[in-house]
């Protein structure tokens, strides 16, 4: 599967680096116990995206802007939307395990039932913001990679690789890498998802906001009247 398919963009949801030294294991051990305090309280996030998405066979790159909604509705459950300005601009909304992606410029909504992927899509939508280090442990072989600068930012760096335990996330999924502060919240600035096909995606986060407070509709897509409504796949 490819990552630019419909299911792999909910995982990647809702690079300039220099390597330092590697850090010490109880860094690693730290950072976890930080995300376990932060899983606690997280509820919701809001902040300004930017998704490089690399596509393997072409060796061509694609970037897209925007802004990123996360909600934490319930235990292990999250509701986002990416609203992308530039250079096409579309809505992907992801709401109970079903992803709705609108296209404005032809007044359409694709909509995707996930369903039979059951607790994957949850898990992948919540990394980094919502979930425990606990969590992260059980399901994924974690490496602290070293400690890093990211162009732009004064703060260092936790570069970490989550290899996923179970052979479903395999399908989707090679590795995952997160870049976390070493101080402070525990959220990642940046995270790149490596796809099976050697394709890969590079998210990177700005003006972060955590738990602020959203309108009742903060994750409503509003379309306007005569979208069409299409089902890919059915």
């Known amino acids: 599967m490819r990552l630019y398919s419909p299911t792999v963009t909910v995982f990647l949801a809702l690079s300039a680096f220099t390597a330092l030294a590697a850090p010490p294991a109880d860094d690693l051990h730290d950072l976890l116990l930080r995300m376990d305090k932060a899983a606690a309280t997280f509820k919701a996030m809001t902040a300004q995206v930017t998704y490089v998405t690399h596509t393997d066979v072409l060796n061509e790159d694609n970037t897209e802007t925007g802004t990123a909604i996360m909600q934490k509705v319930q235990p292990g459950e999250v509701e986002a939307l990416v609203d992308f300005v530039n250079p096409d601009p579309h809505t992907l909304r ?3 395990r079903r992803l709705e992606i609108y296209r404005p410029k032809i007044k359409q909504l694709e909509v995707y039932d996930l369903q039979n992927h059951g607790e994957q ?8 913001f919502g979930t425990s280090g606990a969590e992260l442990a059980k399901d994924y072989s974690m490496t602290a990679l070293g400690s890093e600068s990211l162009k732009g930012q004064t703060a260092k760096f936790v570069h970490v690789r989550l290899v996923p335990r179970s052979a479903e996330a395999h399908e989707y ?4 890498e997160l870049w976390i502060p070493e101080q402070g919240d525990p959220y990642p600035a940046r995270e790149k998802i490596l796809a099976p096909s050697g394709d890969y995606r590079v998210v990177t986060y700005s003006d972060l906001k955590i738990n602020p407070a959203l309108p009742p509709a903060a994750l409503q897509l509003k379309l306007p009247s005569g979208v069409k409504t299409v089902y890919p796949g059915k």
Do not use: E
């Open 94 to 96: 992801i709401q109970k």
């Open 121 to 128: 899509v949850d898990k992948f939508v919540m990394i980094g």
């Open 173 to 176: 999924v090679t590795n995952l």
